[in-house]
């Protein structure tokens, strides 16, 4: 069997706008999807979308749609590089490309257990940096996500609406 992207994207943009709910329930969701997923927490995005939207009452499936999309295996590394470069220049000296690429260079040499070593020598400080630039991502993008889903599941609604009194 083979894949299709133009298919798979047309499901999931099918399965987006038939999501039950209101404008600013799925629009929030989605804005909250979007941030966590932007920020380098990656075994944990899951979880911490589950839980914010749980606890905003806003829409839990619209919120790990949009994180998908933000947070893939395509998106990865990209977000990551950018996370550190900003965190670097917010927080300058604390994990600078140096001290990443020799800890990489000895992770290539080595076996796991120093591998294991080599990245934990990073220490608090690769979380700091790549959290506040995950942080400054996250805000502008949440904002953006926010408005452009809620004015999308808005006019969804009022085509609904229309076509209901039509009928």
């Avoid at 994207?9 to 969701?29: T, V």
């Avoid at 997923?37 to 589950?50: G, R």
């Avoid at 499936?61 to 917010?90: E, H, R």
């Avoid at 000296?93 to 076996?111: C, F, N, P, Q, T």
């Amino acid at each position: 069997m083979k894949w299709e992207p133009r298919r798979t994207a047309r499901y999931y943009y099918l399965r987006f706008i038939r999501l039950q709910g209101s404008p600013y329930s799925l629009a929030m969701g989605s804005a909250v999807g979007a941030a966590i997923a932007i920020t380098p927490t990656l075994p944990l995005h899951t979880v911490l979308i589950v839980g914010v939207t749980l606890l905003m009452r806003v829409n839990t499936i619209a919120a790990l749609m949009v994180g998908t999309v933000f947070s893939n295996p395509f998106t990865f590394a990209a977000q990551y590089y950018v996370a550190w470069k900003i965190g670097d220049t917010l927080l300058p000296g604390r994990l600078g490309w140096d001290d990443l690429h020799d800890a990489l260079a000895l992770v290539k040499e080595s076996g796991f257990v120093e591998s294991v070593k080599a990245i934990c020598s990073l220490g608090i400080d690769a979380i700091l940096v790549l959290l506040a630039g995950g942080l400054v991502l996250a805000i502008p993008l949440s904002i953006a996500v926010y408005f452009i889903s809620f004015r999308f599941f808005s006019r969804i609604r009022d085509k609904r609406r229309k076509k209901h009194i039509l009928n």
